[in-house]
């Protein structure tokens, strides 16, 4: 059954789009942050640094396949890179509320990215049906 699943997992993967790749990558912080979060409420420290850094993975990750070009990153760089200073800081403050901070960003980028998405695909339907 867990082979079946993460044949699945990196089926999704290799046939997602661009879009869904970043969803995935917003998904999966959310996740590392939860995680993180229920290690620091238990005590567990290696399980706890362990989550957090991979979430900054996936922040470096976002960061580097920004499109730099776009006048949109002009804004979201400095988000990233304060969504990642918070994740460093909850991680050596061992503090829930800091890490919560940044769970809240990456929600909205989540939420904000998901209605782009949305939008999108109405753009697409519509230009279809016109033409």
Not at 33 to 43: F, H, L, R, V
Not at 44 to 61: L, V
Request: aromatic fraction near 6%; hydrophobic fraction near 40%.
């Amino acid at each position: 059954m867990m082979q079946q699943h993460q044949a699945y997992k990196t089926n999704a993967v290799n046939t997602a789009t661009p879009q869904e790749l970043t969803l995935m990558l917003y998904n999966g912080c959310l996740k590392f942050i939860k995680q993180a979060k229920k290690a620091m409420e238990e005590s567990n420290i290696p399980a706890k640094n362990t989550n957090i850094q991979r979430a900054q993975d996936i922040i470096s990750e976002l960061i580097i396949t920004l499109d730099h070009n776009a006048p949109i990153a002009k804004e979201i760089l400095p988000l990233y890179e304060f969504i990642n200073r918070r994740l460093i800081d909850a991680n050596i403050k061992n503090d829930s509320a800091i890490l919560m901070e940044a769970y809240d960003l990456v929600e909205d980028f989540r939420n904000t990215w998901k209605e782009v998405m949305k939008q999108a695909k109405t753009v697409q339907y519509t230009q279809g049906v016109q033409a």
